[in-house]
T-cell receptor, first 111, second 119 residues
Framework: KQEVTQIPAALSVPEGENLVLNCSFT??????LQWFRQDPGKGLTSLLL?????REQTSGRLNASLDKSSGRSTLYIAASQPGDSATYLC??????????FGTGTRLKVLA | GAVVSQHPSRVICKSGTSVKIECRSL??????MFWYRQFPKKSLMLMAT?????????EQGVEKDKFLINHASLTLSTLTVTSAHPEDSSFYIC???????????????FGDGTRLSIL
């Protein structure tokens, strides 16, 4: 059974810091991995999607890497801003098109 | 880009009421949609896979008679919480698979969620 874990569960950093969020999954048989952002009481905003054959994806200040064999992904946020404060979720897509979500990392960037 | 619309965004109702939540794909067809539930400060848990023209596939532990799913068209899936009780209060999110490309390249789009509060 696929399980997705995110570390840390919560993170508070001063503005401007570079930070890394971690995601690990137990079964490497995934189709892709996606990172989402969720603001309180809101839905999901897709940030980056990495196909199983890819190693990383970049969008602006965000960079996500994928090491499928070791069951790990990281989301790197450069020069963090208060507007980055949110919960970040990683999710792996199975062959049945289901997504299994991680436990989330609650990020707070202090001004 | 493709958009999934979920309605209503928020529902507050009395215990015993049945509540229907709609999930629409606005500019693409989706034979498969998914319903997730999110408890406060928890991650999303898949409830069921909604299949157009056939019965939904429920995840283990999800009550089929409590959470009725109907996927009557290629752009609409509904989730009805029957005889809702306070423990059904939660954030419900749907997603729809856009059927372009092949296999792993088919993107999935998420709705904005419905916050259900049962008094």
């Amino acid at each position: 059974k696929q399980e997705v874990t995110q570390i840390p569960a919560a993170l508070s950093v001063p503005e401007g810091e570079n930070l890394v969020l971690n995601c690990s999954f137990t079964d490497s048989a995934i189709y892709n991995l996606q990172w989402f952002r969720q603001d309180p009481g809101k839905g999901l905003t897709s940030l980056l999607l990495i196909q199983s054959s890819q190693r990383e994806q970049t969008s602006g200040r965000l960079n996500a890497s994928l090491d499928k064999s070791s069951g790990r992904s990281t989301l790197y946020i450069a020069a963090s801003q208060p507007g980055d404060s949110a919960t970040y979720l990683c999710a792996v897509r199975l062959g049945t098109y289901k997504y299994i979500f991680g436990t989330g990392t609650r990020l707070k960037v202090l001004a | 880009g493709a958009v999934v619309s979920q309605h209503p965004s928020r529902v507050i109702c009395k215990s015993g009421t049945s509540v229907k939540i709609e999930c629409r794909s606005l500019d693409f067809q989706a034979t498969t949609m998914f319903w997730y539930r999110q408890f406060p400060k928890k991650s999303l848990m898949l409830m069921a896979t909604s299949n157009e023209g056939s019965k939904a596939t429920y995840e283990q532990g999800v009550e089929k008679d409590k959470f009725l799913i109907n996927h009557a068209s290629l752009t609409l899936s509904t989730l009805t919480v029957t005889s809702a009780h306070p423990e059904d209060s939660s954030f419900y999110i749907c997603s729809a698979r856009e059927e372009t490309g092949t296999g792993s390249n088919q993107p999935q789009h998420f709705g904005d969620g419905t916050r259900l509060s049962i008094l």
